[in-house]
């Protein structure tokens, strides 16, 4: 036991490592870092986007000096923690060296080596999914109360951090139901449990109700603009492909529920994953949103397989190994920015990736590199060309001129690295900077970042003496390959900012009604 306790811990450190010895220095932090990195700049209970968890340990990368270790040490941190969870499942269940071994090739050879490198609320999801599941698997081996209210507790940090923990709580609640565990329903202190859930949830259901449930629209905006286009063949051929070097692990867990009778005292995640499953389907969630399902399932199936061959077909674990390791080790590069664009662009060619799906975007296009490593390329390229155009202006000119952005990971970056440039707050319509814009302004100059060459028939464009584009990104392999830096200048301050006030407030109605 001691030396399983020992791996266990030295494999969490090798997890938390891992990602910052493989990735090249060349990449700049993701666009959806750029947004969650300024919510901790102006902390709340609630988001548009999501639940305010992540926010706070973006305001402390903020008071830890913004460096790019400790933007990616919160992931790192939480990728290694979620592992530690896998590996006690696997001793609870009497797993051992090898099952520990076994358990832990997923978090290197598979999706979440990439899921744990990105400061994105999946981080959290995964985790919270793998504690609720650690404290039903506790329960059913040892029925304490200490673990439903750690249920409990995971359950309302859960929601917390991503509002479709809520998926696997209703999972885990249909698995209970209709398994022997029901009888857990007779429990006061599973409602105990969940008054504690509640209680941790209840700021951002308050500020939810207090905004009018901006989820929702945020909802309904990502099923119009991206997840209309995933097709529910495609999802499920995911589950496959994301941790294709060890998907035969946990297979082998979700058959060892079904099918052993040691194995079916936890059915519970059987009719837990199914209908986690089936809500994503529903809901044409990402492929990627499932994957707090499957450290549990690693879990019983690196048990299993470790149990199947302790006395027979022993070099069946060296196989598994070399198979995990083999094409693991092979995927490595699509799963992380190991190299720079042009020779992953090259590498990808001679594997002839680029014929495959594995570089298709949201868009359902192919394109040279995969759509996250093409979105950590030119943020500071363009905040450096903004800030010229800026900087450039008169003294005078700079308090009468504000910066726009078409998007959040414009708006973002810009402000992360406009500090150290002399950019004033920039300002987007985008999610929620536009909720942070001021309404009050006063204004006769305008640099646009990411729109497109102002319609001059427009009659407030009328208002504008000189329209310039003064620059543009040009690097063919970044996602904002083209943005273009606009300076609109010289226009009547008292039309231009009323024209603004109102347009401001009229989109932050739509969006806060």
């Given at each position: 036991m001691k030396y399983n306790k020992s791996l266990l811990y030295i494999l969490a450190v090798v997890k938390f490592a891992l990602p910052f010895l493989l990735q090249s220095p060349y990449y700049q932090p993701h666009r959806d870092e750029f947004l969650y990195l300024a919510e901790g700049n102006h902390l709340a209970w609630g988001f548009l986007e999501v639940p305010p968890l992540l926010s706070l340990m973006a305001w402390c990368t903020h008071a830890l000096g913004d460096g790019l270790f400790w933007i990616k040490f919160w992931p790192s941190l939480f990728g290694a923690l979620t592992f530690i969870l896998t590996g006690e499942i696997v001793l609870l269940l009497g797993g051992s060296l090898f099952a520990l071994l076994l358990a832990f090739l997923p978090f290197i050879f598979g999706a979440y080596l990439r899921v744990h490198y990105l400061f994105q609320p999946?981080?959290?999801?995964?985790?919270?999914?793998?504690?609720?599941?650690?404290?039903i698997v506790q329960y059913i081996i040892n029925p304490k109360n200490k673990w439903l209210y750690l249920f409990g507790v995971a359950c309302?940090?859960?929601?917390?951090?991503?509002?479709?923990?809520?998926?696997?709580?209703?999972?885990?609640?249909?698995?209970?139901?209709?398994?022997?565990?029901?009888?857990?329903?007779l429990s006061k202190h599973l409602y105990f449990a969940a008054a504690i859930a509640l209680c941790l949830f209840l700021p951002n259901l308050l500020w939810q109700y207090n905004h009018h449930f901006p989820v929702a629209h945020h909802m309904k905006e990502l099923q119009e603009t991206q997840l209309q286009f995933i097709s529910p063949i495609d999802f499920l051929k995911d589950q496959l492909l994301m941790n294709l070097p060890c998907v035969f692990i946990w297979i082998t867990g979700l058959l060892?529920?079904?099918?052993?009778?040691?194995?079916?005292?936890?059915?519970?995640?059987?009719?837990?994953?199914?209908?986690?499953?089936?809500?994503?389907?529903?809901?044409?969630?990402?492929?990627?949103?499932a994957l707090g399902l499957y450290p549990f399932l690693f879990a019983f199936g690196a048990y299993q397989l470790e149990r199947l061959t302790v006395k027979r077909v022993r070099i069946m674990r060296y196989v598994f190994i070399t198979v995990a390791f083999y094409f693991g080790v092979l995927f490595v590069p699509v799963l992380l920015p190991v190299l720079d664009p042009p020779a992953l662009v090259e590498l990808y060619h001679k594997r002839g990736w680029d014929e495959t799906d594995m570089l298709k975007w949201e868009d359902q296009k192919q394109h040279a590199l995969p759509q996250d490593f093409a979105d950590m390329m030119g943020w500071k390229e363009i905040a450096e060309k903004t800030a010229a155009v800026y900087n450039g202006l008169p003294d005078e000119e700079k308090n009468k001129t504000i910066i726009k952005c078409s998007d959040y990971g414009l708006c973002g970056a810009l402000n992360f690295y406009?500090?150290?440039?002399?950019?004033?707050?920039?300002?987007?319509?985008?999610?929620d900077f536009l909720n942070w814009m001021p309404?009050?302004?006063?204004?006769?100059n305008v640099i646009t970042v990411g729109e497109s060459v102002p319609d001059t028939a427009r009659p407030i464009i009328k208002q504008f003496s000189t329209i310039l584009v003064k620059d543009e990104l040009r690097d063919s392999l970044a996602r904002e390959n083209g943005t273009k830096v606009i300076l609109l200048e010289h226009a009547n301050s008292r039309v231009l900012s009323s024209f603004l006030e109102e347009e401001i407030t009229e989109k932050k109605k739509a969006l806060l009604p």
């Open positions: 999946n981080f959290l999801e995964i985790f919270f999914y793998t504690l609720i599941a650690y404290a309302g940090l859960g929601m917390l951090s991503k509002y479709s923990v809520a998926f696997f709580i209703i999972g885990v609640m249909v698995g209970l139901l209709v398994s022997q565990h029901r009888k857990i329903f060892f529920i079904i099918l052993t009778k040691k194995g079916r005292r936890f059915i519970v995640f059987f009719w837990a994953y199914a209908t986690v499953i089936a809500l994503l389907l529903f809901f044409h969630g990402k492929n990627y949103y406009g500090k150290l440039l002399g950019l004033p707050e920039v300002y987007s319509y985008n999610g309404t009050q302004l006063n204004v006769s």
